[in-house]
Protein backbone atom coordinates (compact mmCIF):
# COMPACT_ATOMS: atom_id res chain seq x y z
CA UNK A 1 0.00 0.00 0.00
CA UNK A 2 0.96 3.42 -0.84
CA UNK A 3 0.66 5.94 2.08
CA UNK A 4 0.98 9.84 1.83
CA UNK A 5 4.65 10.99 3.13
CA UNK A 6 5.01 12.32 6.26
CA UNK A 7 4.03 16.09 6.79
CA UNK A 8 2.20 15.75 3.33
CA UNK A 9 -0.58 18.87 2.90
CA UNK A 10 -1.08 19.06 6.81
CA UNK A 11 -2.51 22.42 7.71
CA UNK A 12 -1.90 24.71 10.83
CA UNK A 13 -2.28 28.05 12.28
CA UNK A 14 -0.09 27.56 14.91
CA UNK A 15 3.07 29.90 15.40
CA UNK A 16 5.50 27.24 14.81
CA UNK A 17 8.15 28.98 17.05
CA UNK A 18 5.85 29.39 20.42
CA UNK A 19 6.15 27.18 22.70
CA UNK A 20 2.73 25.85 24.13
CA UNK A 21 2.28 26.45 27.77
CA UNK A 22 -0.98 27.28 30.01
CA UNK A 23 -0.50 28.43 33.50
CA UNK A 24 -1.52 25.54 36.46
CA UNK A 25 -1.05 22.14 33.89
CA UNK A 26 1.41 19.88 33.50
CA UNK A 27 3.19 19.60 30.67
CA UNK A 28 2.46 16.40 28.42
CA UNK A 29 6.27 15.40 29.04
CA UNK A 30 5.55 15.28 32.85
CA UNK A 31 2.03 13.24 31.84
CA UNK A 32 3.64 10.49 29.77
CA UNK A 33 6.06 9.76 32.32
CA UNK A 34 3.20 9.54 35.15
CA UNK A 35 1.50 7.06 32.94
CA UNK A 36 4.37 5.22 32.38
CA UNK A 37 5.36 5.20 35.82
CA UNK A 38 1.75 3.58 36.51
CA UNK A 39 2.96 0.97 34.61
CA UNK A 40 -0.35 0.01 33.11
CA UNK A 41 -1.58 -0.27 29.61
CA UNK A 42 -3.02 3.33 27.85
CA UNK A 43 -6.07 2.86 25.39
CA UNK A 44 -6.05 5.20 22.45
CA UNK A 45 -8.22 6.62 19.90
CA UNK A 46 -6.33 5.86 17.03
CA UNK A 47 -8.00 8.22 14.08
CA UNK A 48 -5.60 7.61 11.64
CA UNK A 49 -4.31 10.93 11.71
CA UNK A 50 -1.54 13.14 12.59
CA UNK A 51 -2.52 13.92 15.75
CA UNK A 52 -3.19 10.10 16.99
CA UNK A 53 -0.01 8.72 15.54
CA UNK A 54 1.91 11.57 17.10
CA UNK A 55 0.38 10.68 20.98
CA UNK A 56 1.08 6.86 19.68
CA UNK A 57 4.85 7.25 18.93
CA UNK A 58 5.01 9.56 21.85
CA UNK A 59 3.45 7.32 24.77
CA UNK A 60 5.85 4.24 22.67
CA UNK A 61 8.94 6.56 23.13
CA UNK A 62 8.19 6.96 27.36
CA UNK A 63 7.95 3.50 27.77
CA UNK A 64 3.65 3.01 28.14
CA UNK A 65 2.09 -0.17 26.50
CA UNK A 66 -0.15 1.52 24.20
CA UNK A 67 -3.59 -0.48 23.02
CA UNK A 68 -5.21 1.36 20.11
CA UNK A 69 -8.47 1.34 18.88
CA UNK A 70 -10.10 2.49 15.69
CA UNK A 71 -13.81 3.50 15.12
CA UNK A 72 -15.07 3.64 11.40
CA UNK A 73 -17.91 5.75 9.71
CA UNK A 74 -18.44 3.00 7.16
CA UNK A 75 -17.62 -0.63 6.94
CA UNK A 76 -15.86 -1.76 5.07
CA UNK A 77 -13.42 0.75 3.29
CA UNK A 78 -10.84 -0.40 1.58
CA UNK A 79 -8.31 2.96 1.82
CA UNK A 80 -9.21 2.60 5.58
CA UNK A 81 -8.49 -1.42 6.20
CA UNK A 82 -5.29 -1.43 4.46
CA UNK A 83 -4.18 1.38 6.40
CA UNK A 84 -5.00 0.02 10.08
CA UNK A 85 -3.06 -3.17 8.58
CA UNK A 86 0.21 -1.07 7.82
CA UNK A 87 -0.23 0.62 11.10
CA UNK A 88 -0.45 -2.86 12.72
CA UNK A 89 2.25 -4.09 11.14
CA UNK A 90 4.47 -1.13 11.68
CA UNK A 91 4.09 -0.62 15.43
CA UNK A 92 3.44 -4.74 15.72
CA UNK A 93 0.32 -4.11 17.83
CA UNK A 94 -3.27 -5.22 16.71
CA UNK A 95 -5.95 -2.49 16.16
CA UNK A 96 -9.67 -3.13 17.53
CA UNK A 97 -12.04 -1.97 15.17
CA UNK A 98 -15.46 -1.02 16.11
CA UNK A 99 -18.03 1.33 14.82
CA UNK A 100 -18.30 4.72 15.74
CA UNK A 101 -20.83 6.27 17.31
CA UNK A 102 -21.52 8.65 14.22
CA UNK A 103 -22.58 6.23 12.08
CA UNK A 104 -25.47 4.50 14.13
CA UNK A 105 -26.41 8.56 14.39
CA UNK A 106 -26.41 9.04 10.33
CA UNK A 107 -28.15 5.56 10.04
CA UNK A 108 -30.93 7.00 12.90
CA UNK A 109 -31.47 10.53 11.29
CA UNK A 110 -31.64 8.79 7.93
CA UNK A 111 -28.83 10.65 6.70
CA UNK A 112 -28.88 9.91 2.58
CA UNK A 113 -31.22 6.97 2.25
CA UNK A 114 -34.28 6.01 -0.02
CA UNK A 115 -37.31 6.05 1.85
CA UNK A 116 -37.81 2.72 1.43
CA UNK A 117 -35.36 2.02 4.03
CA UNK A 118 -36.36 4.30 6.80
CA UNK A 119 -38.82 2.39 8.07
CA UNK A 120 -36.21 -0.94 8.33
CA UNK A 121 -33.71 1.62 9.81
CA UNK A 122 -36.51 2.94 12.80
CA UNK A 123 -36.96 -0.89 13.45
CA UNK A 124 -33.65 -1.36 13.95
CA UNK A 125 -33.96 1.00 17.05
CA UNK A 126 -29.44 1.17 16.67
CA UNK A 127 -27.96 2.35 19.91
CA UNK A 128 -25.94 5.35 20.14
CA UNK A 129 -23.26 4.33 22.35
CA UNK A 130 -21.21 8.02 23.87
CA UNK A 131 -17.22 7.73 23.24
CA UNK A 132 -17.04 7.04 27.15
CA UNK A 133 -19.02 4.02 26.87
CA UNK A 134 -17.14 2.50 23.99
CA UNK A 135 -14.27 3.33 26.02
CA UNK A 136 -15.69 1.29 29.28
CA UNK A 137 -16.72 -1.54 27.20
CA UNK A 138 -12.81 -1.77 25.87
CA UNK A 139 -12.07 -1.87 29.57
CA UNK A 140 -14.67 -4.90 30.43
CA UNK A 141 -13.38 -6.91 26.87
CA UNK A 142 -9.98 -6.45 27.07
CA UNK A 143 -9.73 -6.92 30.87
CA UNK A 144 -8.42 -3.24 31.44
CA UNK A 145 -10.10 -1.80 34.56
CA UNK A 146 -9.72 1.62 34.85
CA UNK A 147 -7.71 2.33 32.54
CA UNK A 148 -6.73 5.69 30.72
CA UNK A 149 -8.15 6.46 27.44
CA UNK A 150 -6.02 8.12 25.19
CA UNK A 151 -6.44 11.18 22.53
CA UNK A 152 -4.11 12.98 20.35
CA UNK A 153 -5.75 16.52 20.92
CA UNK A 154 -3.80 19.71 20.92
CA UNK A 155 -4.34 22.93 22.39
CA UNK A 156 -2.49 24.47 19.81
CA UNK A 157 -5.03 23.20 16.77
CA UNK A 158 -7.78 25.35 17.12
CA UNK A 159 -8.85 28.34 19.29
CA UNK A 160 -12.09 25.97 20.45
CA UNK A 161 -9.59 23.24 21.41
CA UNK A 162 -6.95 25.42 23.57
CA UNK A 163 -10.14 26.75 25.08
CA UNK A 164 -11.42 22.95 25.99
CA UNK A 165 -7.77 22.65 27.16
CA UNK A 166 -8.00 25.94 29.80
CA UNK A 167 -11.61 24.61 30.57
CA UNK A 168 -11.43 21.14 31.58
CA UNK A 169 -7.46 20.28 31.46
CA UNK A 170 -5.68 17.39 30.04
CA UNK A 171 -5.98 15.08 32.14
CA UNK A 172 -9.87 14.42 33.39
CA UNK A 173 -9.44 11.88 35.88
CA UNK A 174 -13.52 11.44 36.26
CA UNK A 175 -13.58 9.99 32.68
CA UNK A 176 -10.08 8.44 32.59
CA UNK A 177 -9.39 10.72 29.73
CA UNK A 178 -6.00 11.94 28.67
CA UNK A 179 -4.18 14.12 26.20
CA UNK A 180 -0.44 12.98 25.90
CA UNK A 181 0.79 15.80 23.49
CA UNK A 182 -1.54 18.00 24.81
CA UNK A 183 0.91 20.70 24.12
CA UNK A 184 2.85 19.73 21.16
CA UNK A 185 3.16 22.22 18.19
CA UNK A 186 2.44 20.94 14.49
CA UNK A 187 6.27 21.34 14.44
CA UNK A 188 6.38 18.86 16.52
CA UNK A 189 4.07 16.34 15.17
CA UNK A 190 5.81 16.59 12.15
CA UNK A 191 9.47 15.71 13.80
CA UNK A 192 7.59 12.64 15.22
CA UNK A 193 6.42 11.15 12.35
CA UNK A 194 9.71 11.93 10.88
CA UNK A 195 11.99 10.51 13.46
CA UNK A 196 10.16 7.32 13.18
CA UNK A 197 9.55 7.58 9.57
CA UNK A 198 6.23 7.25 10.15
CA UNK A 199 4.17 8.01 7.02
CA UNK A 200 0.34 9.34 6.99
CA UNK A 201 -2.30 7.63 5.33
CA UNK A 202 -3.65 7.97 1.82
CA UNK A 203 -6.67 10.33 1.83
CA UNK A 204 -3.92 13.01 3.77
CA UNK A 205 -2.94 13.14 -0.34
CA UNK A 206 -6.94 13.37 -1.14
CA UNK A 207 -8.36 15.80 1.23
CA UNK A 208 -5.65 16.42 3.72
CA UNK A 209 -6.59 15.11 6.92
CA UNK A 210 -7.76 11.42 7.87
CA UNK A 211 -11.70 10.13 6.99
CA UNK A 212 -13.70 12.09 8.92
CA UNK A 213 -17.32 12.48 7.31
CA UNK A 214 -19.88 12.43 4.20
CA UNK A 215 -20.15 15.90 3.50
CA UNK A 216 -18.41 16.85 -0.16
CA UNK A 217 -14.66 17.79 1.54
CA UNK A 218 -14.40 13.89 1.56
CA UNK A 219 -17.10 12.12 -0.92
CA UNK A 220 -15.65 13.81 -3.51
CA UNK A 221 -12.04 12.79 -3.45
CA UNK A 222 -12.99 9.63 -2.38
CA UNK A 223 -14.73 8.55 -5.66
CA UNK A 224 -12.08 10.17 -7.80
CA UNK A 225 -9.37 8.24 -6.23
CA UNK A 226 -10.81 5.35 -4.85
CA UNK A 227 -14.29 4.25 -7.10
CA UNK A 228 -15.25 0.91 -4.88
CA UNK A 229 -14.62 2.75 -1.67
CA UNK A 230 -17.20 5.58 -3.00
CA UNK A 231 -19.72 2.08 -4.34
CA UNK A 232 -19.33 0.83 -0.57
CA UNK A 233 -20.21 4.24 0.86
CA UNK A 234 -23.32 4.42 -1.39
CA UNK A 235 -24.26 0.92 -0.41
CA UNK A 236 -24.80 2.35 2.90
CA UNK A 237 -25.84 5.67 1.68
CA UNK A 238 -27.34 5.65 -1.08
CA UNK A 239 -27.81 8.94 -1.66
CA UNK A 240 -24.83 10.59 -0.80
CA UNK A 241 -24.60 10.87 -4.15
CA UNK A 242 -26.63 14.22 -4.43
CA UNK A 243 -23.70 15.76 -2.12
CA UNK A 244 -21.58 15.97 -4.97
CA UNK A 245 -24.35 16.79 -7.60
CA UNK A 246 -25.67 19.39 -5.16
CA UNK A 247 -22.11 20.64 -4.85
CA UNK A 248 -21.13 20.60 -8.57
CA UNK A 249 -24.58 22.31 -9.65
CA UNK A 250 -23.75 25.21 -7.91
CA UNK A 251 -20.16 25.98 -8.57
Keep these: MTLAPHGARVSTHEGADLPITIDDITS?????????????PVLLGFSRGKDSLAAWLAMRDAGITVV?????LVPGLAFVEDSLKFYEDFFGTRIVNLPHPSLYRWLNSFLFQPPE??????AAQFPEPTYEEIADLLRNDLDLPGAWNADG?????????RMAMVTHGPVREHLRKVSP???????DVRDALARHDCPLPPEYEWFGRSFDGLDYRFLKPIKDNAPEDYAR???WFPLADLEIFRRDLTR
Design 181 to 187: VWDWRIA
Design 28 to 40: SETIRAELAAEGK
Design 153 to 161: VRAADSPNR
Design 233 to 235: ILS
Design 68 to 72: PYHLY
Design 117 to 122: RCAIIE
